[in-house]
């Protein structure tokens, strides 16, 4: 298991570089400024150790003219190396943020496409929190870290490498002495960094469950307050605080030493250089200045260590998430549609159910044999306890699922053989999962006809009876509806919804009527404008109210998933069946 | 700040260990040069081996107690920074459990959440970051000016002109920066919500086939923060480049100066004084980098804790009284006396001059619209809100004589929207009752008409239930909540629209039972449908937070426009 959790996050920074190919040709220029950067900023203590010797010629014996001038060359040379520098990595990470932002932009983009990809059977079975994470926090994570680790591996890496062949260059002896408490340090640091790590997800898990339990707790202060239970709450979260803080103490505190652990171990490489270089430099084996020199190079050796330490938590998070982006990125797309997709030639509204089969699961069968055809113009009412699975129609129909055995056909048309967005233009569907997005009132009905004209909104408006209160909003149809319209009611939600599907007129109707949860008067107003639209046009209904199942032409009564009864109001009452039952308990009070 | 600094106090002790052991740190570090321009002017060319090791050997001395402060350090600090979030947070905690709806529809309950759990650890990570710096740069700051300027008050002026032009150019980048990671916050906010919307409205978006259309908006604002992020990043990524200028040119001008001096000024300058001091100047303008990163930090953890202050200063706006009289012998009466109810802020009453008298054994029930006022009514009677005029009485106490505890201890509740807690199937009925007996449990759940479906769950009563109940179906919640309410043997019951995710089958089963529970009760129903009230002894219709009409059923369908209107449309002719 842990193996394969490794080997996919492996893959997942392969990918992620992969998506950098497009702009390869500024990356590849990024790395070479850096490395030449890097080279410039190694080379400065050089500069600065011979300017040093010059300066103590001249400290010692005042005028020595040409001392001077080379002291002022050395300085002169430092000055451009620094200079240098920070002019190429600067250009460098300029050119790295490009191409990082640029990668996030098409991941991000990739993501957003998948979205719309993805079968509505993704959507059921997995939870709308995993999947929210995965396309908003985990992109996030990726999009932050990204560039910061890029630019300081390369760093990293160069400074290593470059600065180590000086260091060679000076002292083969000083090297070994200065640098063999490094790999002594990384052992240490890599055990408290594993350890930490343990700590770390522990405080994780912890400030969750904390988290979890405010959130939880807070949104139902109401019930708290009335059952005069808020000691109990408080003693119980107490109690996952104070865990809390043990766990992010440990945690913090392992973290925290890092540093003076990885600085520290250097410092003493530093006083081990300091006594090995000053024997040396007695027995005149090194300049004063070289000693200056390589402690400084000591030091810019072990900086670019301990930063990569520090950044590893940060790499490791951005494999994992990665490694869920592309997990979600390679879940399995709907079915293409067909190379010849067909159209009915004149749309009437005759929908046909032949023999089908369906379930959600690959080896359940939830419809085991529907066959009905419904003339154009008909109402269908879908009946049936809650929870008896009557939105399983409407994912047949639009297509959301296919059928496993059987066809429908639209005005003689199988719906397989059609392309997707024209079937299900011929939809017009008002759900009570009212779904309508952050943006004005005119955006959201226009999104059933994006080329609508403002007075065709609001004449759908004034159809769908929402002309009267969206007047009554500050803004009117300029009122800005907050994230999921919680800004205005429910049954309110719905005639926004029915004014959205007035405006793309579709010749069928798939209606879900309001329920308890609207007041009685809007839940009179969405009945008429719901009527008002269904008129003489295919529709189906799933029903609450017994004036629309006894009208309807066709009522299919659900159950359990399944169709179980088909017929109309007189012939099932007088089949005295599951219907009949159901309709004489839900009105013989 | 503030609320930070009052925690700390509890810390003093912590505090000034992490002074010390900080300035250990420092001095190990500082000292370190200061032994090896040692070395460098005596040692080497003295040829003192016995120096080299004595000197060497005190460098390994300085290393091992700067490992050791520095841990030390670490400790404290983690301890100091965690302690002030868990105080803080449970303050926090405390002070929202006691906070009337009036609080919590004030602050919303979503953004108490955010200010217990994001701005407190906020403030921790603040501190933990920073309480290091904020004590080690003043400490480096100051050592580093002394020792340089013990070494050469000359050189050192150096430091007059790099750091205010160190200090300048931080904070003209930082001048740039700020505001545009606040604007960054903004959209990726932004990118997020259009993520969440498309999540949430799949099937409406395939159903309208807008797909292009939401391709494009959502390739508009991803396109709008590479952008600002661009900028952003490529203003940050300024900040070390132009640092290592200001170094590097600060060393030059040092050792230029020491030339100069040195050859026009007959000062006498060792090259070790000289190397020595450029390390103290780098420390020293190190300290000033490091503060100047506790100010970019500074700003948002402040804002942070600000919030987190404004919870901790407001009151709950409905207390216990000081001395409660709620000495009564009746049992089951509910009073409404003139009873208005205007909310904050709120131009109309949201409801206006209501009164009734309910007796043990009676039901009453309100109907009407949805925002005309029903759950207000009956969020009085526990004092989740207090009537703006006229008076609630529970058995004939006014509802703010009594003890809130033994106010609620008479009442069940079960609220509009039925929230379960994290726990088990008994843990969450025991909440309505602590010493509930099993049988009483299973009472409550029968009665709740949930015992089919809690005994079909592994485990019984004690399946497991998710955060929000989450795992029970909606109709399965209502119905344990009605449960939890049950199980406390109250004298009013309050049922807020708790019927509605039932189907009818089970709504009348339901009612049946409590009716037997009920005898000595009184019982206010919210409701939306008529076959749930139709049977109750007293029906008041409201209607824009006014009474439209109050009676039975035969009686208002007489007499009540608004009711007939709501009747007929839900019940069919025959059944009227």
Redesign the interface.
Known sequence: MKKFKKSSKNNAYKRLFSYMKPYRGKLILAIILIMLANFA?AL?PLF?GN??NF??L??EN??AAQA?AD?IKF?VL??LA??I???F??IG??LI??VT??T??DL??KV??K??KLP?NY?DTNS?GD??SR??NDV?TV?SSL?QSIYQILNAFFTIVIIFIIMLNISGLLTFVGIAVIPVALLIASKIAKKSKVQFDNQQKK?GE?????????????????????D???EN??KT??D??EA??????LA??L???M??TT??G???V??VG??I??SGGLS?GM??SF?LYLRQFSQPITQVMQITNVIQATGSAAARIFEFLDEKEEVKDTENPKFPEKLKGEVEFEHIKFGYLPHQTLIHDLHIKIGAGEKTAIVG???AGKTTLINLI?R?YDVKGGAIRIDGVDIRDME???L??I?G?V?Q?T?L??GTIMENIR??K?NASDEEVIEAAKKARADAFIRTLPGGYNFVLQ??ASNI???QRQLLTIA?AML?SPPILILDEA??????????MI?EAMSEMMKGKTSFVIAHR??TIKDAENILYMQDGDILEVGNHESLMAKDGLYAKLYN???A? | MKVVFKELKAYVKELILIVLTVLGTTLSALGLPLLLSRLIDQAIPNKDMAMVFRVGGFMIALVIFGLFCGVVTSRLSATVSMGVGRSLRSKLFSKVQYFSQQEIDKFSASSLITRTNNDISQVQVFLNQCLRIAVQAPIMCICGVVLAISSSPQLSGVLVISIPLMAVVLVAIAKIAVPLSTKIQTKIDRINLVMREKLTGVRVIRAFGTVDFETEKFDKINRDYRKTNKKLQRTTNLVMPVLIVVLSLTAAMVMLMAANQSLNKGMDYTIGEVMAIIQYIMQIMMAVIMLTLVFVMLPRASTAANRAKEVLESEPSIKNPENPKDNTSKRGYLTFKNVSFTYPGADKPAIKNLSFEAKPGETTAIIGGTGMGKSTIVNLIPRLYDCTEGQVLVDGVDVRDYDMKTLREKIGFVPQKAVLFRGTIDSNIQFGDRNASEERIEEAVKIAQSYDFVMKKEGAFSAPVSQGGTNCSGGQRQRLAIARAVVRKPEIYVFDDSFSALDFKTDKSLRQALSKETEDATVVIVAQRISTIMEADRIIVVENGEVAGMGTHQELLKSCDVYKEIVESQLSKEER
Request: hydrophobic share 35%.
């Open positions: 900023y400065a600065m300017a040093t300066l103590a001249v400290l005042g005028r001077g002291f300085l430092m000055g620094y200079g520098n920070s002019l990595s600067y990470t300029c943020v490009g932002e640029n996030i932009y991000r983009k957003d496409q979205l719309s509505l959507y709308y999947i929210l396309i908003t996030d999009s560039q400030t904390l988290n979890g339990y405010v959130e939880e707790y807070y949104s139902g202060h109401n019930v708290v307050t009335v059952f005069g239970r808020e109990t709450v408080i979260f107490e605080n104070d809390l803080f992010s103490k440990d945690g913090q505190f925290g030493t540093m003076p652990i600085q520290n410092n003493l530093y006083a081990l300091c006594v000053a024997i430099a007695i004063i000693i200056q402690t306890p809650t929870g639009m959301f997707r967005s024209r299900r233009e939809f569907m759900l999962d779904w997005y952050n999104y059933g994006l994230e999921g009611a429910q049954g959205r793309s329920t308890s949860s609207v007041d009685t008067r809007t839940e009179v009945q017994l004036s308990s839900q009105f009070d």
